[in-house]
């Protein structure tokens, strides 16, 4: 069975419109991502690291406690190579999905290009 959907033009206009902006954003900032340097750049905390493997923050403690992951200490805060957490997720060391890492970075790089557009 066929279904047709039927709108105003006028609401079509302007979804067209949208998904012309968002095309044209994503096309001009495209070199962005792979011009960043993520791997010597981004120091995350802990809790960016649980946020965006989607584990506790008790999780990353045993993880640091067992050896399993590296990590810095810069004013009593634990800081993380996203490098680092990458590379433990390849080798199945952190548990999780790995695409969680790029959802990461394209949101990243979306906060970087705002500010820049703020500025």
Known sequence: MTEVIVMESAAYQKMMGQIAKIA???TKNEHKLQDCDFDNDVWLDSQEVAD????????LQRLRSD????????RRKCLY???EIEKKVR???ITCEPHLIDVYKKNRLLDITK???NE
């Open 67 to 74: 050896g399993l992951v590296e990590y810095s200490v810069f």
């Open 115 to 117: 500010d820049e557009d």
């Open 81 to 83: 190579k996203l490098s």
């Open 52 to 59: 965006m493997l989607h584990i506790s923050t008790r999780t």
């Open 91 to 93: 080798e199945k060391v």
């Open 24 to 26: 044209e954003f994503i």
